[in-house]
């Protein structure tokens, strides 16, 4: 197995810190996909209810995992304190299978599960995935049925292991369009983890960084209408203490992860992506596993991130 990497120029955004001026994009495809197994043409072995663990019970639930060890490349000083990821790719890794599109969502759930425990082990503290957009509710029904019904079951099921592993769950976006018992569960699922530091998983559902900014405006004016704030008080600050990503210590992700070979942030996290490091992976979400995480970071702790600012 190898890998070819080719360095593609990037504009220098301006950073708090120190940044470099391209990314790495790597032109590999490693197929890393567990807990589903591809048979014969037309067909697809996976649990009954595919969710951050199977069915069966082998080992593949984060509760009682032992930690993965940091891969000798990378440095623990230098870890991203919030990692995002645009989880590209499920339903062309499914297509290329003759698969439904199911098919790729569940296989997808599982490499989230790698990610998380990745996460937990390499300490990272804040996890942030594109779920669903607010795109996304064009696609069809049936799509997205499964997909509400996919988070659902994925919640009930690692729930328990999320209080027992120190993880916080938080969702981002606009929650009333979400059916009303998921609606409940994922309040509930707040509450029951809360208090958890040891990593935080910020899932964005019906989510757009559109819909963030807008929202924020929206909670910045009703504020100067109710004569609580002053229009001439209203800054950076301001707004950000009214993004969604208000819930968390770290709202402003350190990089970004995006599968499957598009090159675009696609309306995600636009406010807070300012400073982000970016990059960009071939393979598709349900391939995308240890090695390649690994590289991805690996990459990131070689940039020096400026934020507008300049070395001497």
């Not at 607010?134 to 996919?150: H, M």
């Not at 983890?193 to 935080?200: A, D, G, S, V, Y």
């Amino acid at each position: 197995m190898f890998s070819l990497r080719f360095p593609v120029p990037l504009v220098n955004s301006p950073s708090s810190h120190s940044f470099h001026s391209h990314f790495y994009y790597p032109l590999y495809h490693r197929s890393q996909t567990q807990g589903l197994a591809v048979t014969k043409r037309g067909s697809v072995a996976a649990p009954a209810c595919v969710a951050l663990r199977d069915d069966a019970g082998e080992g593949t639930s984060l509760d009682g995992e032992s930690p993965e060890p940091l891969p000798d490349e990378l440095s623990p000083e230098l870890m991203p304190k919030h990692v995002a990821v645009i989880m590209d790719g499920n339903g062309r890794w499914a297509k290329l299978r003759d698969l439904p599109p199911s098919a790729g969502h569940q296989a997808g759930v599982q490499s989230l599960r790698r990610m998380v425990r990745l996460c937990c082990s390499w300490g990272i503290k804040v996890l942030t995935v594109f779920a669903f957009s607010t795109d996304n509710w064009v696609r069809p029904k049936v799509e997205v049925d499964f997909l509400l019904k996919l988070f659902e079951r994925t919640i009930n099921s690692e729930i328990d292991a999320f209080k027992r592993e120190g993880i916080r769950i938080s969702v981002i976006g606009d929650s009333s369009k979400l059916p009303e018992s998921l609606q409940r569960l994922i309040a509930s699922a707040e509450e029951d983890t809360k208090n958890n530091t040891r990593l935080q998983l910020i899932v964005a559902v019906s989510y757009s960084g559109k819909y963030d900014v807008v929202q924020a405006c929206k909670s910045v004016a009703k504020k100067v209408k109710d004569g609580d704030l002053y229009v001439d008080d209203i800054n950076e600050n301001i707004i950000e203490q009214e993004l969604e990503t208000n819930c968390t210590e770290f709202p402003y992700p350190d990089l970004l992860i995006r599968t499957s070979g598009e090159l675009r942030v696609s309306n995600f996290l636009l406010w807070q992506l300012a400073y982000t490091e970016l990059y960009f992976n071939r393979d598709l979400w349900p391939d995308f596993g240890k090695d390649e995480f690994a590289e991805a970071l690996s990459s990131f702790q070689q940039r020096q991130r400026r934020y507008g600012g300049r070395h001497s």
